[in-house]
């Protein structure tokens, strides 16, 4: 089974500022079998990256994804207050399919 | 537009059964080659896939909980089902239905979510 390694656990950061989350596979992944996700409290989780890079519809030009092999980043550009929640990367595999890392919260500094 | 919601008991006895149905809205439950699955994500803690299942009946589960495990399909009512058995406090989360994208796909990923049903093992 691959693990997915997310660092930091928590990111505190300011409106405006730059953050990068990370999420490290335990194998060598396919970039098309990465996607990222937001989760809000009490929501569901928002797919924002899939393709390791590509944004899924309605995600704002700010929130950028990249990597490749066991590296993976997310990057959000220039943070605003509703970008201030949990994040997950995703991979696939045969068995299980669809494993999680296990989150980064990035909180208002 | 399209969208899923989860329905069930909130409370389930220890040793006892988890059922859940998603239902499925504003699109077709059979007329894609989308499959439809469950996640679960404990109190405070990340994601789960459980398993997928396409409207044919084709079942993939998480090996961790294929024992005890039943997704089923009803394409009259555009609903999807989740039956875990012997269920244990281990098994108190917010359960999700999703869809995610079918094997053999080239990105892989879970698009529309549900809103969540937190279900309870106590007895």
């Known amino acids: 089974e691959i693990v997915l390694t997310q660092s930091p656990g928590t990111l505190s950061l300011s409106p405006g500022e730059r953050?990068?989350?990370?999420?490290?596979?335990?194998?060598?992944?396919p970039s098309s079998y990465?996607?990222?996700?937001?989760?809000?409290?009490?929501?569901?989780p928002r797919l924002l990256i899939y393709g390791a890079s590509i944004r899924a519809t309605g995600i704002p030009d700010r929130i950028s994804g990249s990597g490749s092999g066991t590296d993976f980043t997310l990057t959000i550009s220039r943070l605003e207050p509703e970008d201030?929640?949990?994040?997950?990367?995703?991979?696939?595999?045969?068995?299980?399919?669809?494993?999680?890392?296990q989150?980064?919260?990035?909180?208002?500094? | 537009?399209?969208?899923?919601?989860?329905?069930?008991?909130?409370?389930v006895k220890p040793s006892e059964t988890l059922s859940l149905t998603c239902t499925i809205s504003g699109g077709s439950f059979t007329s894609s080659s989308y499959y439809w699955g469950w996640i679960r994500q404990p109190p405070g803690k990340g994601l789960e896939w459980i398993g997928s299942i396409y409207y044919t009946g084709n079942t993939y589960y998480n090996p961790s909980l294929k024992s005890r495990l039943?997704?089923?399909?009803?394409?009259?009512?555009?609903?999807?089902s989740l039956k875990l058995?012997?269920?244990?406090?281990a098994d108190t989360a917010v359960y999700y239905c999703a869809r995610p994208s079918p094997p053999g796909s080239y990105y892989y990923y879970m698009d529309v979510w549900g809103r969540g049903t937190t279900v309870t093992v106590t007895s």
């Open chain 1, 19 to 29: 953050a990068t989350l990370s999420c490290r596979a335990s194998q060598t992944v």
């Open chain 1, 34 to 44: 990465v996607a990222w996700y937001q989760q809000k409290p009490g929501q569901a």
């Open chain 1, 84 to 101: 201030f929640a949990v994040y997950y990367c995703q991979q696939y595999e045969s068995s299980p399919p669809y494993t999680f890392g």
């Open chain 1, 103 to 109: 989150g980064t919260k990035l909180e208002i500094k």
């Open chain 2, 1 to 11: 537009q399209l969208q899923l919601r989860e329905s069930g008991p909130g409370l």
């Open chain 2, 70 to 80: 039943t997704i089923s399909v009803d394409k009259s009512m555009n609903q999807f």
């Open chain 2, 85 to 89: 058995s012997s269920v244990t406090a």
